[in-house]
Structure formats: C-alpha cells, structure tokens
C-alpha cells in the first residue's frame, strides 16, 4: 500500500486533449476535498485525437498555457502528472494462481503479493509501455471471490489483473514536450481512469457504474462493477466528429458547424419543419432545417453511444451496473446527450462534472473531468513519485515496464 500524500501539499496536472490544454494546480484539504490554485486553458494546436502532429505547433501551445499558468501561480512549478488519452490505449486482462503452502492454509499478505506478481507478468510487444496494473477480484480455490482474502483460507488463491497500455511513440513525444518545457512527468495516468476517478462517488462504485467522458476527438470509457474495475478504453470519435458531420451535411465551415451545435444542437430526433439560423458575422443566408441538423446528430452519437454498448457487453460488464451512465467530458454539454445513452443503455444516466473539487469557477465544468482526476491521482500518488527523479527515470520506468501498479482503492476513495 502506498503512502499517502500529506495534506497540504500541491500538485500539478496536465492534460494535452484533443481541444484542449489544461494545466491545473490543486492541494488537498484536510477534509480530503481540493482546493484548485490556479487554472489555464488554452486551445490545442498541433495535436490530433491526443496524438502530436506538429510538433512546434504543439510545443508552442503548450508554453503559452504555462505561461498563463504562471502567470497566475506565483510558487516555482516544476514536475507534473500527465493524462494520456487515444485510440491507441488499449487493456489485456490476465490471472494468476498460487498454491497457498502455509499448513492451516491462511492467506497472508504474501500470497496476496505473489498472485500480484504472477498476474501482472505479462510481456507487452516491444513498441508498447505500460500505464497501469490494476488488480481486481480474488479468487479463492476457483469458488470464492473476495476484496481483500488476507486471513480467509484456502487451497488456492487467483487475482485478475488489468493491465493499460498505450503505444511508445506516442509517449516518446508527449516526453518531449514536457522535457521541451523545462517540466519534470511524475508519472502519467490514462484519462478515463482519471476522469472517473474525479467524478465517481463510492456508492456508484458499490453499485457498479459506467464512466464516459465525450471528449473532442477521443471518447474514454470505464466500467466498475463487483467493486472493481471492469473494463476501459478508448475510442477514436468525438464530439469534433459531430462538428464534422455537421460541417459536411449543411457545406458550413467548422467553426459554423461547432457554433449552431451548441445553439441548436441536440442528440434527439425531431419532428420539425423550423429552420435555424447560420452564425451571423459570416453574413451567410444560409439555414439548416432543425429536423435534419438533429438527424445528423443523433446518428453520430447513438453511433459512439452503440459502440461503447458493445463492447461493455462484449466484456460482461455493463449488465451488473445498478447506479447507471455517467456522461461527463466537454461533450456530454450537448443537448439531451444524458437522455440518448439511457436509451442505448438502458440505464440511468446523469451529466456530472468533478466532485469534492474547490475554487471559482469550477461548477458544472465536465470537461475539467480529466484534469481533476489527474491532480486527484497526483495527490494519492506523489510521495510515492519522488523516487523517479526527472523525465529519464521516467523513461527507464516505462522500458523496463517495471512499474508497480496503483491499486485503484488508492484512487477511488
Ligand atoms: N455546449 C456544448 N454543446 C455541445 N457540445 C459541446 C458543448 N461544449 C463543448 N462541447 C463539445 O465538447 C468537445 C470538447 O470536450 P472536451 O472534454 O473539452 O474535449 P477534450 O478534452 O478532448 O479536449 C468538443 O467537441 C465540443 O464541441
Ligand atoms: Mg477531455
């Protein structure tokens, strides 16, 4: 178990989206809430889908938005905790046994750490690294399952370990960035599970939950089920796809598009013969019937909504959810978005933004979900950091993939 953070300390996330780069420095109360220093938000250039493109143009940005941040921070800032989203994280489950040799048969905590150590040895292809190891339910002699089986006993012991992993190129990159900015990464975190850890509360947890975050080129998703943590990814679609879609149906650009979205857009069919308006400092007369502007819509989204079904289901881990969908990220602000996913999933589902998070202007922000979870993780993780000093021990942390993995109670208190 690690330790845990001291109160008072400060952290500082990051987190490069697809429209967004935010840098956010928090401090943990002594109550367990956060209290956010300061906050810059500035808008992604040179990277696509959280992937960079143009470098320059990235880095540019980047330096601009700590500019900003500095600007209203006084204090030194120097390392940071760094969320990684895109198509390419991708998860692999694997379990693991032991015999349990004691005489009487009683589970002891080194058991428990050997089943960690056979379940996480799993060897990734040479061009991926490792994120996270998340260990999951227990299994005692193959019929038992428990949370925490120190002290029962058995023949047997089994953990289910999931691991996350994202492509080495793409961290390769992000490294530089953060290295071009004269910034130290603490340790990365995958924004799914950083946006769920921000806005998930612990009786969701107990009831089982689904966590989507509608980002603009990336959707994030994480399921926790049996008090675990079933299953996450990421897909490729967002609400910039939207945007897209709209652009092309109504031969608008895509600042057009992205406007009348906000103003008139909305996941549901209509029934209506109105038209809206076009954005006017583009003196365009042009209209788009509001029937068809949602048709466009919907179809895009009850899409991304239909893929994140199949593949919960795929896995076995979106019926077992009793307290619903959580739908956060700057997307899940359009329209009747909530009502659409109840009914693709058949489930409740509810608009959150992160919780137990302080300071002005942070009210119903869902698209702060991300950064939240990631200073979140930052305050849970950081004594542990101070070990990995400056971005090369980071590296050698990622080749060797000898990364202990952070037990997602850890995170999801
Ligand atoms: N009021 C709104 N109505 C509809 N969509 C919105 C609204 N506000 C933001 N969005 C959409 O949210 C997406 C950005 O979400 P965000 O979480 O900030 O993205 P990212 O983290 O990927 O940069 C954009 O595609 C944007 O169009
Ligand atoms: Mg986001």
Redesign the pocket.
Known sequence: MRARNHNGETVVGL?I????VVFMVAEQRDDGEITVRALATHP?TGLRKGQVVDYESARTCLGEALHDLRQNYSVPIKRLFLSVSGPHIQTLRNRGHVAVLNEDLEITEEEVQHVKQVAAAISLPEDRVLLHTIFGRYRIDDAQSALRPEGMTGARLSADMLAVHGSQTHFRNLAKLVRDLELECSDTVFSGYASAAAVVRPEQKRSGVVVI??????TDYMAYTDETIGAMGVLGV???H??NDIAQAFGLTTREA?QI??DH?SSLLERTTKVTELARQYNRKRTVPLASLRTVIHARMEETFGLIRERLEAEGVLAPVGAGILLT???A???DADVLAEKVFNKPCTVVSPWRLHGAGLADRP?LA?VAGVVRYGLRNKSDSGRHSGLLDWFRVFWDGDREGVEQDDLFV
């Open positions: 987190e989206a697809t429209t967004k992604t975050d509608l980002g603009g080129g990336t967002g609400g910039e939207v945007t992205e979205k906000r857009g990220g700057g997307g602000l359009l329209r698209e991300t």
